[in-house]
């Protein structure tokens, strides 16, 4: 499959290629269809739950990202503070 072809398919469960190719170790990995506003660029949403942490994430990249491109900004995340169930706050 080509580069593009990956980064262009919406809804598409990138998962299988990023532990393939870059070594994540991602449960899921969705990418959003591109999202048009009426100003600034096009962008897409990617989401991910890692496979020792079952919290989604979410970032938003250019709509013409590549798979590549994805990897990179997955490993570089740093997460925000965080809400859920595991929260210890008694």
Known sequence: ???????????????PTMRKQYAL???????????EPPWGPAYRMVEWVLKNDQRVQRRVLPADCTPSQIADALKSHVPGR?????????
């Open 1 to 15: 499959m080509p580069a593009n072809t990956a980064a262009r398919r919406s809804s598409a469960n990138l998962a």
């Open 25 to 35: 170790t991602l449960r899921e990995c969705r990418l959003s269809l591109p999202v």
């Open 82 to 90: 965080r809400y859920g169930p595991t929260d210890d706050d008694g």
